[in-house]
């Protein structure tokens, strides 16, 4: 786990590598770390994400949105989406509204969630 101060925002990063992020208490442990350590944002690496999450009828993006709405957080996945997106008209359409949206990005790397972040600063 890697926290970094970033235009202003306290940044929360998940590493690459570690087992996939998807059940309620894997959210509850993340979601009570980021409070204690008052972050803003949690950045989880796409390899991270388990594949369900993409499947929406499983609900675990709308859970995971939800819960860090609930709890003023943001969250970014950081990865390549577009196949997923691409199987899924119905994922596309919940990609495009978080985009638009301030609590959930998907950005493709590092470079775009660098602009996102400039963003939110100002």
């Known amino acids: 786990?890697?926290?970094?101060?970033r235009h202003g925002l306290r940044v929360h990063r998940l590493e690459t590598t570690g087992e996939p992020?998807?059940?309620n208490d894997a959210t509850a442990d993340?979601?009570?770390?980021?409070?204690?350590?008052?972050?803003?944002?949690?950045?989880?690496?796409?390899?991270?994400?388990?594949?369900?999450?993409?499947e929406l009828s499983s609900g675990i993006a709308?859970?995971?949105?939800q819960k860090?709405?609930?709890y003023r957080l943001r969250l970014a996945i950081?990865?390549?989406?577009?196949?997923?997106?691409?199987d899924s008209s119905s994922l596309r359409a919940f990609v495009d509204e978080a985009q638009?949206?301030?609590?959930?990005?998907?950005?493709p790397d590092d470079a775009a969630l660098e602009a996102r972040l400039?963003?939110?600063a100002v």
């Not at 786990?1 to 101060?5: D, F, L, N, R, Y």
């Not at 204690?36 to 690496?45: A, K």
């Not at 950081?78 to 691409?86: E, P, S, Y």
């Open 1 to 5: 786990m890697q926290i970094e101060e």
């Open 21 to 23: 992020w998807t059940t």
């Open 30 to 54: 993340l979601i009570g770390t980021a409070m204690y350590d008052r972050v803003d944002l949690i950045v989880v690496p796409i390899e991270r994400v388990d594949p369900a999450f993409f």
């Open 62 to 65: 709308g859970e995971l949105l």
């Open 68 to 70: 860090a709405t609930n």
């Open 78 to 86: 950081v990865g390549d989406v577009t196949a997923r997106t691409a």
């Open 100 to 107: 638009r949206g301030g609590g959930l990005w998907f950005v």
């Open 118 to 120: 400039v963003a939110a």
